[in-house]
């Protein structure tokens, strides 16, 4: 018993020797690592709340509240003695506060998403200016704001989906392939009636009694989209249990069990270990052709496909083109590297050079 | 293969083209049956028609000049796109209600009598040479003009009337909006071959128009031969014979690529005073694109569409500029914003006055003064529009005394307090006394989100919580017809003599499946509403008009948005049109059909400016002529 | 072998009756279908186009501002839609199997009426008697009519009906004027008579709506997929065969690069910048062959010409994602088997590289791609919605998505049924392949 976890551990200890050793996808896990996490905290870099105020004696931390879940993040104008209606404006305090012994500090991209032409300063189509890096949209929002709030529920639709995608995709198609026999028929014919769903239009009848939803959509995606894996797992569940060791294995009365998880599976893991960026790349682009089509997430929740919408429907409005694009191509390319790392570390195979 | 072979072929071809040519001819020389006397319509009908009672339009210089220009040249071929190829090419019937099939319906067929283009009364013959109407001003005669032939040279007759009237009460044709209109009359009666007298069942001022002017007719020889949904199964792209100037070849329809019209040379009254300089282009044809918001307008920078409508101002103002298009800075394009009488429609806010909050009336103020369109006109729409005051924006009946909603915060604010929304809760959303916070969600399609998302933060900023929810436009309407909503987008065209009754009848309020969206009622309204449908003096009826226009205004069911009174057109300057362009109360492409033409000159010019690069000259872009003519009239 | 393609061919068929009783079910229970549509139509008239934007009236109709329906019109056209009937049947309709009531016609029975004369057309009337709650359709001669039937269409009961003129005079009831009937034509019409039926938007049998789209998804797709099948695979073994050199990581780059751009948006940029409306004249702006009326005139080599000018831009656009997929994947596959012992052991018999490569290892490593094929074929049907879109093409995709919306059901089911039996099809297909690629699968 002791022996195996030891033995694992110096496997996984292996793998992630031989991923760091491959600078690429190592520098590009490091980079998208670094950038999620940070992105977890966007409020406190781009936001047009404060991040320490302090007034009349008392300090507040405007922007914190919406990194704590469970704080209202509502401050109002009064409250700093400001004559505006609703929320607090904190740039325009900044600029009035100048000889006051009020003072605050602005986080270093002072933008939300949100904010459009009913506040003062903005206006629409700006292009990319000092105050405005990315320009503004069609209604006036900041673009470089709403693209990396967007980076971050991007990259979390596409991993979550994934992740539940191949929980449930490899281990039916696995299932299939190894099991056979009726087993394999029924989900065959489960798959073949499921996949001929039409997902878009799945997608915009629950949108229609629902108001679709992070949840929601990933619900609707997961529902469909693990089949395509069952393809690639239940063929290579065939191909590795027709192998001489399998059948060794079976004649030395091994458990069913230990034969999947044991010989088979980590075997078949790496065609399917390729698709992982693959398929976080699909999730992604799920999300972006969603709501380029309008049946995303609601407005005005910051998207890339929304944006690549306005631009390519004002195509002269550059910035609005090239951000969404750019942002997209940078990190699909990263996590494209990630998974070609990826695989090669948890390749168990030496791949022998010819001569 | 020897050269009688070829010459085999081509007769063979030539043959079958024939027979395959659109319909079996006949020719019948102009004027009327002899053996039709003159009392029922036949020759010398003209010399006692004024005294058996009927009356016709006899041109004056004032308004000739509104059926196109004199110095018209026909020939040309123009070019246009559609962004969906018809589902049908028939005038009426499922799935015919489109603009497209009613573009098919004015070019090709016709009806009885024409709006006026100057006073839009049903007064100009078309098929129709002269009419009576009974003093009760519910029967109405109509005597068909004998010259009038279809394309296939019979004789157009009362019988036709007849007959295109069963064929649209039909109810197998699935267009009940037909049996609506047409079933306000009993059955039309042939009197004799030219002439055909119809009942109203009511007294109602709309009725001689909808009859007159709203009924294209068709042959009962093709009629009589389909029921309703043989109608729809048969003439679906095909044509029955037409009387019309245009005329649509089944060869002609490519089907979900593109159509053509193309222009009689054999058309009855081709030279008939009203359409002597009208009718221009010897072919018009659409080429379809489907959502596609760019390749249109880079088809027609490029040269391939001939004309187009410019619909969003950022296009206008951003992109149709001297420094980003050549073809306009040289004046080989040209740029126009074309003014005329076209109804705004009404758009804005429309509020469920059944539920929360919207059932007070002083949320529904509050809204009013907080939907900041003047922002939203300068910041987004680069001030192209103008503030809507009035159900009847646009129109005779529009009520220039209606309360205005501007932008007021403090308005709001005080309206806010009346319905008891006075303090906040600690997300900033107003609460009233119970604690139920002033939040709703409203429908919209996704493509409208931009006009939402600012009009949403600025209601945040004073304490609403408007939430949006994504639909699809038919989903959206269903919730409508339910009345499954809160607050929507309101956009609706309107008609020059608006029909009121479908919008504001109290008993629509309670029924679901209707127009009354709002659950609008007012006793004062029902009354004024069948006055004014039986009253036929227009006056009367615009004082009435007003009085509802007033009414709606101060129950204030709809937030008024904003409204526009022209058309953006840019075009290549090769055309010639009439001083006023586009016709007074039509106001868009139609006009274009109708009164403009290709003129040789301007095309060589173009072509020659075009070649050596050359400039010319570029005009004003505003075309103000049925304003000021309005001013001058009035 | 025979025996088990046969086995395949019948499990289909249960597969094919869940797929689409799945969805048509779901299609009949989603809210907002073509019958709110139709009323949506007539009774909005017309809205501005551009919503608040003051709008162009580039849609809707001309009655200024829409109609008021009566009741009476809406249940005309469920009736038309065949909502008045329960899903089973409407499925069972559908399908073929049941009758599908065609040309209604209203029917009104006054107090004490017990025949009525109904016009039904081209001069021909029909004769319907009411014997207790049934009625009865004689036509001319007096025979009993085999073209028409006739029933009851209302919402009380058949007691009622009976009773009728008994219970009107004692007052229970009253707000019932008349008693409302329907007289119709039936047949037997469904997919199992080969009749998919009638488009809604476009009001043409659903087959010939599906024809000419048909060519072009195979054309765009199948080169599409030619393509990118010719450069993969030789690529992705290239790439094994040089596994971590130069040109391996290069090609990578490039491969994931072109991957990362979504193929629709990069053709929306291509048709800007060569579609010579602003920019560059090098392509045609969108279509897939010019203008019917110049087409016709072409020769053939013209066309040929033609054809391939307007199908670059888009294939670019198709295929650019695909490339990183496949090549990814052949190349994985090829390393994955020359790891293996057998091909070690043909090494050490002293093989020509050559053999043991071509013959032993790619034979074996196309298996992947090969189970994939089923899969990637249903796809190239299904067309790219996006790609359409942008480029003007009437193909699949778009005919599939805009008939989604517009809730085209007629088109939506016909879609699928199409769709699906590609797909079963395609993966028998591909199983198949599977087998004639590796000797060690056997089926039963």
Request: hydrophobic share 30%; aromatic share 16%; no cysteine.
């Given at each position: 018993m002791t022996q195996q976890i030891i033995k694992s551990e110096s496997i996984n200890h292996k793998r992630w020797r031989k991923f760091k050793s491959l600078k690429r996808g190592y520098y590009s896990f490091i980079l998208i690592i670094t950038l999620y996490i940070l992105s977890l905290f966007l409020p406190l870099f781009?936001?047009?709340?404060?991040?320490?105020v302090q007034y009349e004696g008392d300090y507040y931390f405007p922007a914190f509240s919406e990194v704590?879940?469970?704080?209202?993040t509502y401050y109002d104008g009064n409250m700093f003695g400001?004559?505006?209606?609703?929320?607090?404006?904190f740039r325009q305090l900044q600029k009035s506060w100048d000889d006051s012994d009020n003072w605050l500090i602005m986080p270093?991209?002072?933008?939300?998403?949100?904010?459009?032409?009913?506040?003062?300063?903005n206006r629409m189509?700006?292009?990319?200016?000092?105050?405005h890096w990315l320009g503004t949209d069609n209604?006036?929002?900041d673009v470089l704001a709403r693209m990396c709030y967007a980076f971050n529920i991007s990259i979390s639709f596409a991993f979550v989906l994934t992740v539940l995608n191949f929980i449930i995709g490899i281990s039916i198609g696995g299932a299939m392939g190894y099991f056979g026999g009726k087993f394999d028929l029924f989900f065959q014919r489960f798959i073949e009636i499921w996949s001929s769903l039409p997902l878009l239009f799945v997608v915009i009848i629950i949108s229609s009694i629902i108001q679709p939803s992070f949840a929601l959509l990933i619900f609707i995606y997961t529902m469909v989209n693990w089949i395509f894996l069952t393809y690639y797992m239940r063929a290579e569940f065939y191909r590795e249990k027709s192998k001489d060791y399998v059948s060794a294995a079976i004649s030395m009365g091994q458990s069913d069990t230990k034969i999947i998880f044991k010989h088979i599976l980590p075997n078949s893991l790496i065609p399917v270990i390729t698709y992982f960026p693959f398929s976080m790349v699909g999730g992604i682009l799920v999300l972006v052709s969603l709501d380029f089509l309008g049946f995303?997430?609601?407005?005005?929740?910051?998207?890339w496909g929304q944006i690549l919408y306005v631009g390519l429907s004002n195509i002269t409005k550059w910035w609005m083109v090239f951000s969404p694009i750019m942002a997209q191509f940078f990190t699909l390319l990263c996590i494209v590297f990630i998974g070609e790392g990826l695989r090669e570390a948890f390749d168990p195979k030496i791949y022998s050079r010819l001569r | 293969m020897s050269k009688c072979t070829i010459y085999l072929i081509t007769s063979i071809l030539l043959i079958f083209s024939f027979l395959s040519a659109e319909f079996d001819y006949v020719t019948i020389p102009p004027g009327?049956?002899?053996?039709?006397s003159a009392e029922d319509?036949?020759?010398?009908f003209e010399k006692i028609a004024a005294s058996l009672g009927y009356q016709t339009h006899l041109f004056t210089d004032e308004d000739i000049?509104?059926?196109?220009?004199?110095k018209a040249v026909k020939g040309g071929r123009l070019h246009d796109f559609a962004s969906r190829f018809p589902?049908?090419?028939?005038?009426?019937?499922?799935?015919?209600?489109?603009l497209e099939n009613y573009w098919i319906e004015i070019l090709c067929y016709e009806p009885l009598l024409e709006l006026h283009?100057?006073?839009?009364?049903?007064?100009?013959?078309?098929?129709?040479?002269h009419w009576k109407i009974s003093d009760d001003k519910k029967k109405f005669w109509f005597r068909i003009n004998p010259d009038a032939r279809w394309a296939d040279g019979r004789r157009v007759t009362a019988d036709d009337v007849v007959a295109t009237w069963f064929l649209r009460m039909d109810?197998?044709?699935?267009?009940p909006s037909q049996q609506v209109s047409f079933g306000k009359f009993e059955e039309p009666l042939a009197e004799s071959m030219y002439i055909v007298s119809v009942v109203a069942k009511d007294t109602e001022w709309r009725n001689f128009q909808i009859f007159a002017s709203g009924m294209s007719i068709l042959p009962a020889y093709y009629v009589d031969q389909v029921d309703g949904s043989e109608y729809l199964e048969k003439y679906q792209f095909s044509m029955m014979p037409n009387s019309g100037p245009y005329i649509l070849k089944n060869k002609d329809i490519i089907n979900q690529e593109s159509y053509k019209l193309t222009r009689r040379d054999?058309?009855?009254?081709?030279?008939h005073i009203q359409n002597?300089?009208?009718?221009?282009?010897?072919a018009i044809s659409w080429f379809v694109i489907k959502d596609n918001a760019t390749l249109p307008f880079e088809k027609f920078k490029k040269g391939e569409f001939d004309y187009f409508e410019v619909s969003r101002s950022a296009r206008w103002v951003e992109d149709c500029v001297p420094e980003k298009m050549d073809a306009i800075d040289k004046g080989w394009m040209k740029k126009h914003r074309i003014f005329s009488d076209k109804p705004s429609g009404t758009s804005g806010y429309g509020f469920n006055?059944?539920?929360?909050?919207?059932?007070?009336k002083n949320i529904r103020y509050a809204f009013g003064y907080l939907y900041d369109r003047e922002e939203m006109n300068e910041k987004?729409?680069?001030?192209?529009y103008e503030m809507m005051h009035s159900?009847?924006?646009?129109?005779?009946?529009?009520?220039?005394?209606n309360p205005k909603f501007l932008f007021n915060a403090d308005s709001a604010i005080y309206y806010f307090k009346l319905a008891g929304f006075e303090k906040k809760n600690k997300d900033g959303i107003l609460i009233n006394k119970q604690g139920t916070p002033l939040r709703f969600n409203i429908n919209i399609q996704k493509t409208h989100a931009y006009m939402v998302t600012p009009v949403q933060n600025k209601l945040r900023q004073y304490g609403v919580d408007m939430q949006i929810v994504n639909m699809d436009g038919t989903t959206e309407w269903k919730n409508r017809q339910e009345r499954n909503f809160t607050i929507y987008m309101h956009n609706f065209t309107g008609g020059v003599h608006p029909s009121i009754e479908q919008w504001?009848?109290?008993?629509?309020?309670?029924?679901?499946?209707?127009?009354?969206f709002f659950g609008f009622k007012s006793d004062r309204v029902d009354n004024l509403i069948k006055v004014y449908n039986s009253e036929f003096d227009l006056d009367e009826r615009i004082k009435i008009g007003k009085e509802i226009d007033y009414i709606v205004c101060e129950t204030h069911p709809v937030a008024f948005g904003i409204k526009r009174l022209y058309r953006r057109f840019l075009y290549w300057d090769k055309f010639g049109y009439p001083?006023?362009?586009?016709?007074r109360f039509v106001g868009n492409r139609e006009s274009i059909f109708f009164l403009w033409w290709f003129d040789p000159e301007k095309e060589a010019r173009l072509e020659t400016a075009m070649n050596n690069d050359t400039s010319l000259p570029v005009g004003d872009v505003d075309i103000k002529f049925w304003p000021n003519w309005n001013k001058i009239n009035n | 072998m025979f025996n088990y393609v046969i086995r395949r061919l019948l499990l289909m068929i249960p597969t094919f009756l869940g797929a689409t009783l799945l969805v048509f079910v779901i299609l009949q229970m989603a809210p907002g279908g073509p019958l709110e549509k139709t009323i949506m139509q007539i009774q909005m008239g017309?809205?501005?186009?551009g919503g608040g934007e003051?709008?162009?009236?580039?849609?809707?109709?001309?009655?200024?501002a829409g109609t008021l329906l009566p009741k009476r019109a809406i249940k005309e056209l469920e009736r038309f839609y065949g909502f008045d009937k329960p899903v089973w049947q409407r499925y069972l309709i559908w399908l073929g199997v049941w009758e599908r009531e065609i040309k209604h016609r209203n029917l009104t029975f006054k107090s004490g009426e017990t025949e009525v004369k109904k016009n039904?057309?081209?001069?021909r009337y029909a004769y319907v008697k009411k014997n207790g709650a049934k009625l009865e359709v004689y036509d001319k001669e007096g025979n009993?009519?085999?073209?028409w039937t006739a029933r009851f269409d209302m919402d009380i009961s058949d007691a009622e009906i009976i009773n009728f003129e008994e219970l009107k005079s004692s007052g229970?009831?009253?707000?019932?004027p008349k008693l409302e009937a329907t007289i119709f034509e039936t047949e037997y019409s469904g997919i199992l008579t080969g009749n998919l039926g009638k488009s809604?938007?476009?009001?043409?049998?659903v087959i010939e709506v599906m024809k000419p789209r048909f060519k072009v998804s195979i054309l765009l797709g199948l080169t599409g997929l030619l393509i990118s099948y010719l450069v993969c695979i030789p690529l992705g073994i290239k790439k094994a065969l040089n596994h971590g050199s130069k040109f391996d990581l290069l090609s990578s780059a490039i491969i994931f690069m072109a991957y990362s751009i979504p193929g629709w948006a990069f053709g929306g940029v291509l048709l800007v910048l060569?579609?010579?409306?602003?920019?560059?004249?090098?392509?045609?702006?969108?279509?897939?062959?010019?203008p019917q009326e110049i087409w016709v005139n072409l020769s053939f080599f013209e066309k040929i010409f033609d054809q391939i000018h307007h199908a670059i831009l888009p294939i670019i656009a198709w295929t650019i994602g695909s490339f990183a997929v496949l090549t990814v994947l052949m190349k994985n596959s090829l390393l994955d088997t020359m790891s293996q012992d057998y091909i070690r052991t043909a090494f050490a018999k002293g093989l020509s590289e050559k053999r043991v490569i071509w013959v032993h290892a790619v034979r074996n490593s196309v298996i992947p791609i090969a189970s994939g094929i089923g899969h990637i074929i249903a796809t190239i049907i299904a067309g790219s919605y996006f790609i359409e879109m942008i480029f003007n093409i009437n193909g699949f995709g778009k005919m599939g998505f805009q008939a989604i919306l517009d809730r085209d059901y007629p088109i939506t089911m016909g879609f699928l049924v199409i769709a699906v039996i590609i797909r079963l099809i395609a993966n028998l297909l591909s199983d198949l392949a599977l087998a004639a690629v590796d000797p060690r699968i056997r089926f039963k």
């Open positions: 781009i936001n047009s709340k404060a991040l320490v704590i879940p469970w704080v209202s400001q004559d505006i209606p609703g929320a607090a404006n270093i991209y002072p933008f939300n998403t949100f904010e459009d032409i009913t506040n003062n300063e189509y700006e292009p990319p200016s000092t105050t209604t006036g929002r995303g997430l609601p407005p005005p929740t910051p998207s | 009327a049956d002899p053996a039709v319509g036949g020759n010398g000049k509104f059926f196109g220009d004199e589902a049908t090419m028939r005038l009426f019937g499922k799935e015919a209600n489109y283009p100057l006073t839009y009364e049903p007064n100009i013959p078309r098929l129709a040479s109810e197998t044709i699935l267009d054999d058309f009855w009254a081709k030279d002597r300089y009208r009718f221009n282009f010897d006055m059944r539920k929360f909050p919207f059932n007070d987004m729409y680069y001030n192209e159900w009847f924006s646009g129109t005779m009946y529009e009520n220039f005394d504001f009848r109290s008993d629509l309020a309670d029924m679901n499946d209707n127009n009354n001083e006023y362009m586009i016709d | 017309s809205t501005n186009g003051g709008g162009a009236t580039s849609s809707g109709s001309t009655s200024g039904m057309g081209k001069r009993i009519s085999t073209l229970k009831l009253q707000d019932i809604y938007t476009y009001q043409q049998p060569f579609g010579g409306g602003s920019f560059w004249d090098v392509f045609p702006l969108g279509g897939l062959h010019s």
